[in-house]
């Protein structure tokens, strides 16, 4: 996902700035470009696509003279990945340079009215609008710190945008809005780094202002002033950061795993974006180079995978069916290559998996190939075998993903897979255009939902004191919790080897209740959806049988606390939506609980990030 690096001082701005990027480049992107204002108020902006070395050459052959600029690493999500498109983006008057890393939900209608106000636009990306606003803004006589305030309170979703005027130089305004989009200032000796995450200010700073969801600061060399939505002054204390060169890819997280559990927002927002249509409320895949005509021959779909993506294919296939009326089935890809499946050219298989390596899974693809079926691969890396076996392709986006236990690319597959059962039901005119409206205002909630999730962290810290020392749990669950209930057993499983079992709340009575006793804590998925009721009933059989109850609840729910002995609670969300939110807990349960047993939690022992041998 985008990167945003900024930086006022003393020293040469566009080295500067370059080195940011390069620092940003784990996020993952497509080009790169920064904007600097020279010491006689010119605004210069160098942009390339492609990797930073292209940018950096650019630089280097016009090398402007400056000690303010922003720069940012552009994950495509509206526009092609090219130069016109890349950040910075200016306004007409080529005064205002804005960087931006989310999505402007209503960006379709702010550029209707701005192109009818007579601006014109330069790129097809929605964050250009924001140039623009700041732009009319300061022409009704508003300064550029209270052009930006303006401008940004006019933007709906979750972001983060940061701009400077060349008129302007002594300062850089920079703001979050939601949780998605990180934004921390880095202090140093008459100067400031911006950057979206800490990873980047290691070799600059340890002294940290982090920018909460929600405020906007106002950077000078030697000051910071932050204000909150309302407009009220906020007293900021930077935080001293203890950097360890080693863990320079982790920024200010022990492990990568916690820090790609905590950037699940951001990475969601970037499964989403480019894809949804936020004016028309349409959803488009172009990757995936299945026409309609081919997607109208489909009467039956396999996903295939294995551990955490085939519990994403498990959920998905509650997706596929509810929203395109289409059988579905998942199934572990290991099997599916030996038992000579039954496939034809009207079957469309789905492979998924973070790595595009997995043996057993290519070897399904294969096999479903040899059968003339259809291929589509969700997965997270480009060029790999699986993206160069299947038909289409349905990227992850969820960004490197180097901790070994899959978490952020185990989320963004459950957005691709919803996108895509979305997309296919409305492709083949079987989801009607409203429900489309309903189920993509509850996607652009997710970012927000999941932020408010992986910011509590003493719930978490209470249950693994009491359960890390446990040598066996179970996880249960009901329909599109069930293959939660399994994510969550095998992620504490891979990181705290602690034996878990999950399984779905209805098997309990056909045996596995003879385990129940004080000993065994089991962790039940209880959200308010049509299951709540008789997961309540199953709550109450195991209390009678003296088992201890971890439950994933919905907020507000005053009745599960009163059978669970701990209760971790997830907003409201829509049922086939329900599993991005119910399983963040479960990764920050077993984080918690290897932390507490002293576990290598990036690489577990055995593991491997991808199985590339049977
Ligand atoms: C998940 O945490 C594990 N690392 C493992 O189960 C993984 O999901 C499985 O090996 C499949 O990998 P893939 O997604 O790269 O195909």
Redesign the pocket.
């Given at each position: 996902m985008c990167g945003i690096f900024g930086y006022i001082g003393n020293q040469n701005a566009a080295e500067i700035l370059l080195d940011g990027l390069q620092r940003l480049e784990y996020r993952g992107y497509d080009s790169s470009g920064i904007g600097v204002v020279t010491h006689d108020n010119q605004a210069i902006t160098l942009k390339a696509p492609g990797k930073i070395q292209n940018l950096s050459s650019v630089v280097t052959s016009s090398s402007p003279q400056a000690t303010v600029g922003i720069g940012h690493t552009r994950w495509a999500t509206h526009g092609k990945p090219n130069e016109k498109n890349s950040h910075p983006h200016t306004d007409c008057l080529n005064k205002v340079l804005i960087v931006h890393n989310g999505i402007v939900e209503n960006y379709a209608d702010l550029k209707e009215t701005l192109l009818k106000q007579g601006h014109k636009f330069s790129s097809d990306t929605d964050s250009e609008v924001i140039a623009h606003l700041i732009e009319s803004s300061i022409a009704d006589g508003c300064s550029f710190e209270s052009a930006f305030v303006n401008a940004v309170k006019q933007l709906k979703g979750a972001q983060a945008v940061t701009a400077l005027q060349s008129t302007t130089p002594s300062y850089i305004m920079t703001t979050r809005i939601g949780n998605a989009g990180g934004i921390c200032i880095g202090h140093g000796n008459k100067e400031m780094f911006i950057a979206s995450d800490i990873t980047a200010l290691v070799p600059l700073s340890d002294t940290i202002t982090f920018l909460e969801p929600g405020h906007t600061a106002k950077v000078s060399q030697s000051n910071i002033v932050v204000h909150n939505a309302e407009g009220r002054l906020i007293r900021t204390k930077p935080q001293k950061v203890v950097h360890h060169v080693t863990n320079a890819g982790k920024g200010q997280f022990r492990h990568f795993m916690e820090k790609e559990i905590a950037e699940q927002p951001e990475t969601i927002l970037a499964a989403i974006g480019g894809r949804v249509d936020f004016r028309s409320n349409k959803i488009d895949l172009p990757e995936i180079s299945l026409t309609k005509k081919q997607l109208a021959t489909v009467n039956r779909i396999i996903l295939v995978?294995?551990?955490?993506?085939l519990h994403a294919g498990m959920a998905g296939v509650h997706m596929i069916e509810t929203l395109s009326g289409i059988p579905a089935v998942a199934e572990n890809s290991s099997e599916f290559r030996y038992r000579n499946p039954v496939v034809s050219k009207d079957t469309l298989v789905i492979s998924?998996?973070?790595?595009g390596?997995?043996v057993d899974?290519l070897a399904a693809m294969e096999q479903a190939k040899l059968k003339q079926a259809k291929i589509l691969t969700i997965c997270n890396t480009d060029n790999s075998q699986a993206t160069r076996l299947a038909d289409g392709w349905i990227p992850m986006r969820a960004g490197l993903e180097i901790g070994?236990?899959?978490t952020k690319?185990f989320l963004n597959t459950l957005v691709s897979l919803y996108l895509f059962a979305s997309y296919l039901g409305n492709q083949t005119n079987y989801l009607a255009d409203s429900f489309l409206n309903n189920s993509i205002e509850s996607l652009v909630k997710l970012p927000d939902q999941i932020g408010q999730i992986v910011q509590e962290k003493k719930v978490y810290l209470d249950i693994a004191t009491k359960t890390h020392e446990q040598t066996n749990l179970m996880y249960i669950g009901r329909g599109i919790q069930y293959p939660v209930a399994l994510e969550g057993a095998?992620?504490m499983k891979?990181i705290s080897y602690t034996h878990a079992e999950g399984m779905s709340a209805g098997e309990l009575k056909h045996g596995p209740i003879a385990l129940i006793d004080n000993s065994l804590p089991v962790i039940a998925l209880a959200p308010k959806d049509h299951f709540y009721d008789k997961m309540l009933n199953t709550m109450s059989e195991i209390k009678t049988r003296g088992g201890t109850i971890i439950a994933v609840a919905t907020d507000g729910d005053t009745q599960i606390s009163k059978i669970a002995d701990y209760t971790i609670f997830v907003p409201a969300c829509p049922y086939l939506l329900s599993p991005v939110v119910t399983s963040v807990p479960l990764q920050l349960l077993a984080y918690h609980s290897a932390l507490a047993r002293g576990c290598d939690i990036d690489q577990p022992r055995n593991?491997a990030?991808?199985?590339t041998v049977e």
């Open positions: 995978g294995m551990g955490t993506s998924i998996g973070q790595s390596e997995t899974t070994v236990a899959a690319t095998l992620k891979e593991l990030k991808s199985v």
